[in-house]
């Protein structure tokens, strides 16, 4: 009898698998571990941020530079203009209400403030 070719295929099939599974069980056990290392969420930002880092949200729209794309430019904003668009929104745009809280927004704000 000849060896049957597709019995090799099989076996590296079933090591695959049974790799995959077994790390899989390995990163559920860390799971707990790997979310403290990350507490917080990626999203979030002290208060205390001098605003460079909240501001990448605003890139998107507004240029790298914040001086306009889709969005218009940002820079010789008033503080006060800034705080009211990111917690209130502004209809009929990106700008949707609650983008920011308002310690968020008053970092953006005095960030966005200083560039020129």
């Known amino acids: 009898m000849k060896n049957n070719p597709v019995v090799p295929y099989i076996l590296i099939l079933a090591f695959g698998i049974g ?3 077994f790390m899989s069980l390995q990163g559920a056990d860390n ?5 403290a ?3 917080g969420g990626g999203e979030t930002t002290e208060a205390n ?3 460079s880092a909240l501001v990448q949200t605003c890139i998107g729209c507004h240029g790298g530079d914040l001086t306009g794309q889709v969005g218009p430019n940002l820079h010789g904003l ?3 203009h800034i705080v009211d ?5 502004i209809p009929g745009t990106p700008m949707t209400p609650g983008m920011k809280n308002e310690a968020e927004a008053k970092a953006i704000a005095e960030y966005i403030s200083s560039l020129e």
């Open 49 to 51: 941020d001098d605003g």
């Open 85 to 89: 668009v990111l917690t209130n929104g």
């Open 19 to 21: 790799l995959i599974f």
């Open 37 to 39: 290392e990350h507490e």
């Open 78 to 80: 008033d503080e006060a």
């Open 31 to 35: 799971k707990k571990e790997i979310a």
